[in-house]
């Protein structure tokens, strides 16, 4: 499965809001449990990926409420609805509905 | 409080093999699963697969099978990464995550700070 994100540089104002696409070759709804496995990590500089959102809303633990995952099928969303100094870096989405799971190729999201 | 720690950079020829550590704490080892990923210098995040860390059964990526190896020690909570017949291209930063599942589901919520292995002659 392939997931391509978009944009893949996102330059942002503090204080505005952001948005990261992320798009799948195929559905990440498993029909038979009614969820979507896509899940989306922040990678800041020089740091190991944390996770902020899986199963495509629901918030990890310790992760501010201005992040927000939506979507659905092979759409999928992750906002930002202030944008603050420390969420710079690079934003990962991933599928974890089939083996191999796979990453997005990232986007770098900086600070104007 | 749960913590991955690995072990140092390191520097090795082509041809040879390395071996990367990944020590546990703040939880029972066993009770969850282990993932590795690769990251190539500049590049993206690239999912190599997982091991069970009670019975130690792996689980690899087509990209990774015959020379990455996964193994754990449970004596000392402790997941190991082998890498054979060490290439160029393995120059990149090896994580371990531990999985939030007994068996992987996937999701990784802790993570160890990365091992960079570097091949060159």
């Known amino acids: 499965i392939v997931l391509t994100q978009h944009p893949l540089s996102l330059p942002v104002t503090p204080g505005e809001p952001a948005s990261v696409s992320c798009r799948s070759s195929?559905?990440?709804?498993?029909?038979?449990?009614?969820?979507?496995?896509v899940d989306w990590y922040l990678q800041r500089p020089g740091q190991s990926p944390q996770l902020l959102i899986y199963t495509l809303s629901y918030r990890a633990s310790g992760v501010p409420d201005r992040f927000s995952g939506s979507g659905s099928g092979t759409d999928f969303t992750l906002t930002i609805s202030r944008v603050e100094a420390e969420d710079v870096g690079v934003y990962y989405c991933?599928?974890?509905?089939?083996?191999?799971?796979?990453f997005g190729q990232g986007t770098r999201l900086d600070i104007k | 409080q749960v913590q991955l720690v690995q072990s140092g950079s390191e520097l090795k020829k082509p041809g040879a093999s390395v071996k990367v550590s990944c020590k546990a704490s703040g939880y029972t080892f066993t009770s969850y699963a282990m993932n590795w990923v690769r990251q190539a210098p500049g590049q993206g995040l690239e999912w190599m697969g997982w091991i069970n860390s009670d019975t130690g059964n792996p689980t690899y990526a087509q990209a990774f099978t015959g020379r990455f190896v996964f193994s754990v020690d449970t004596s000392v909570s402790t997941a190991y990464l082998q890498i054979f017949s060490l290439k160029a291209e393995d120059t990149a930063v090896y994580y371990c995550?531990?999985?939030?599942?007994?068996?992987?589901?996937?999701?990784?919520?802790?993570w160890g700070q990365g091992t960079l292995v570097t091949v060159s002659s």
């Open positions: 995550a531990r999985d939030t599942y007994y068996d992987s589901n996937g999701r990784s919520d802790f």
């Open positions: 195929q559905s990440l709804l498993n029909a038979y449990d009614g969820h979507t496995y």
């Open positions: 991933l599928q974890r509905i089939e083996f191999p799971y796979t």
